[in-house]
């Protein structure tokens, strides 16, 4: 598997980054072909009617949009907004404007296949809210207002999708590693340049806990948005572990319970590397880690090879991301020391604020 992280980073042409170089310009000229043919009405953008809330980023993951999807939707619930997440599904089989209903909001939901593990995720974390997928989030959003009747919607991985108008567009961004090397997909992590920001209404710095609150990152991210996006507000988020389930056995437990234990963690996210650090800060001790490929597709095969080295160490645990586990649970043999770890997100100090500029645009 490329290490993608680390190919990010890199920003020295050579041998390994010279074609990957050459696709980036490629892709960014398709990419401004694109944004061009949007701001001359070329292509046409729909809306729905209704409050569009998205949250998005620039890069290729990694910065806890489905966590903060997770967050506004139980929030639009406990103010009674009667909320529907509209998501692409990534990597889920759809026929041209095929709309598919992942959770109908009353506990009925499809099967994971059928749905991605992001969608999955959010319909488990928040039952009473429908999940709607379709590559077209309009298509979506008409289907959720005529089955559903809703009027507020929120756009996993939206930032991209601006066929779509929305009323605040939320742009995530890690406050460690806001843009990796800055190039454009495949040499760079940038889905589109960072120029682009100048789209966002509020620009929130994700696990900006040990990062952006000291006053010495104000050299970094901060003061870079300042300097290029001065009216735009910035938050800080972090993303937090929650609680650490045992899904075989249902038992559930504080993150905490890893410190001291000998664990074999394994994660198929943008930044596996992120996830082993999380585990090391709980205190857990990594006898061994597999990374792989963001949305890996789990067979049976990969997590039985990672129980038998898992049992080859002697580790207690073998532990897992929480959007892993979705994918795994398809194919694992009932293991009962497979544990997935779940992660909050919370807004730090100030971040209030992000709901007052939802409720000012309800009112509208």
């Known amino acids: 598997m490329p290490q993608w992280s680390r190919i990010h980073q890199e920003r020295r042409l050579g041998p390994r980054t010279f074609p990957l170089a050459f696709c980036s310009f490629i892709y960014g000229m398709a990419v401004q072909l694109r944004l061009t043919g949007y701001q001359a009405g070329i292509f046409r953008q729909e809306s729905l009617s209704g409050f569009v809330v998205s949250v998005g980023n620039l890069t290729s993951g990694g910065t806890g949009k489905t966590p903060a999807v997770i967050m506004l939707a139980r929030w639009a619930v406990d103010r009674g907004l009667r909320p529907v997440v509209l998501s692409r599904g990534y990597g889920v089989p759809l026929s041209g404007r095929e709309v598919r209903e992942v959770c109908d909001g009353q506990g009925r939901t499809v099967e994971i296949g ?140 504080t993150p905490n319970y890893l410190k001291d234990r000998r664990v074999v963690g394994f994660a198929g996210i943008a930044c596996p590397e992120r996830f082993k650090k999380t585990l090391l800060e709980l205190g857990a001790r990594v006898i061994d880690f597999k990374g792989f490929r963001d949305h890996y597709r789990f067979e049976r095969k990969d997590v039985e090879r990672l129980i038998h080295i898992k049992e080859t160490v002697g580790a207690d645990y073998l532990v ?17 020391e497979l544990g997935c770890l779940c992660i909050r997100f919370r807004l730090l100090s100030g971040g209030e604020e992000i709901f007052r500029m939802i409720q000012d645009g309800l009112q509208k």
């Open 114 to 253: 059928m749905a991605g593990d992001e969608p999955s995720l959010i319909a488990r974390e928040v039952p009473g809210v429908p999940v709607v997928i379709s590559h077209r989030r309009y298509d979506a959003g008409l289907y959720a207002s005529k089955r559903f009747g809703s009027q507020f919607f929120i756009l996993d991985d939206g930032f991209q999708h601006i066929q779509l108008k929305r009323d605040l567009n939320l742009a995530l961004m890690d406050a460690a590693d806001p843009f990796g090397n800055g190039r454009l997909l495949p040499w760079g992590p940038l889905r589109e340049p960072a120029s682009q920001l100048k789209r966002a209404d509020a620009v929130i710095l994700t696990r900006a806990g040990r990062h952006v609150m000291a006053s010495a990152d104000r050299t970094g991210a901060v003061a870079w948005l300042e300097e290029r996006f001065p009216r735009i507000p910035v938050f800080y988020a972090d993303h937090e572990p929650d609680r650490l389930i045992f899904p075989f056995t249902r038992r559930v437990c």
């Open 320 to 336: 897992t991301t929480e959007k892993d586990w979705m994918r795994a649970s398809l194919v694992a043999p009932p293991y009962p």
